[in-house]
T-cell receptor, first 116, second 115 residues
Framework: NAGVTQTPKFRILKIGQSMTLQCTQD?????MYWYRQDPGMGLKLIYY???????DKGEVPNGYNVSRSTTEDFPLRLELAAPSQTSVYFC???????????????FGEGSRLTVL | AQSVAQPEDQVNVAEGNPLTVKCTYS??????LFWYVQYPNRGLQFLLK??????LVKGSYGFEAEFNKSQTSFHLKKPSALVSDSALYFC?????????????FGAGTRLAVHP
């Protein structure tokens, strides 16, 4: 199984450019998430989605947008890239808890973004 | 609000010695706790979880974790460390605010196992 797949793995952007990080999962998970990882800061939740057509903000949503048109895909868009968005981005997915699942997340390999 | 704390940025252990990576939590209600491991340039991998039941939880790669309700701790342990255990370890707690499942992560602890 592929699990959670993220593209691209690496990207360098100039300030003000836009881009979309792609995420797809083949586990039929309802829930999907975007986290960013900064050194010494752990993972911070950017946005999450509980199903197609439903998204909500996490801890650090400013500067990002998401959409969820299908169960499988959850792209993250950066509209005007800033140096503060230099980070490693992780997409994750899970089943809803209470349906025989206990809420653990399955992660992609990450996308390393540098904004110069 | 739910939170977890990992008080050590780094833990150094000699190969063959027991290891402990500490985690404390703050939750309202029953805690759902997780440990993940991250190897260099990789995503996070699930190690183990505590939902209910026995306070000692066994997980992948010989790791286990001890849930202590009175001390609000969930420390990760292994009886005999391997050099290949060197990685970044994250403790997490489930947050159900708003009725949705999310994980809140600690800052991470880097484990260095020396030959």
């Amino acid at each position: 199984n592929a699990g959670v797949t993220q593209t691209p793995k690496f990207r360098i952007l100039k300030i003000g450019q836009s881009m979309t990080l792609q995420c797809t999962q083949d586990m039929n998970h309802n829930y999907m998430y975007w986290y960013r990882q900064d050194p010494g800061m752990g993972l911070k939740l950017i946005y999450y989605s509980v199903g197609a057509g439903i998204t909500d903000k996490g801890e650090v949503p400013n500067g990002y947008n998401v959409s969820r048109s299908t169960t499988e895909d959850f792209p993250l868009r950066l509209e005007l890239a800033a140096p503060s968005q230099t980070s490693v981005y992780f997409c994750a997915s899970s089943f809803p808890p209470g349906q025989g699942a206990t809420g653990e997340l399955f992660f992609g390999e990450g996308s390393r973004l540098t904004v110069l | 609000a739910q939170s977890v704390a990992q008080p050590e940025d780094q833990v150094n252990v000699a190969e063959g010695n027991p290891l402990t990576v500490k985690c404390t939590y703050s939750v309202s209600g029953n805690p759902y706790l997780f440990w993940y491991v991250q190897y260099p340039n990789r995503g996070l991998q699930f190690l183990l979880k505590y939902i209910t039941g026995d306070n000692l939880v066994k997980g992948s790669y010989g790791f286990e974790a001890e849930f202590n309700k009175s001390q609000t701790s969930f420390h990760l342990k292994k009886p005999s460390a391997l050099v290949s255990d060197s990685a970044l370890y994250f403790c997490a707690v489930r947050d159900e605010a708003g009725g949705y499942n999310k994980l809140i992560f600690g800052a991470g602890t880097r484990l260095a196992v020396h030959p």
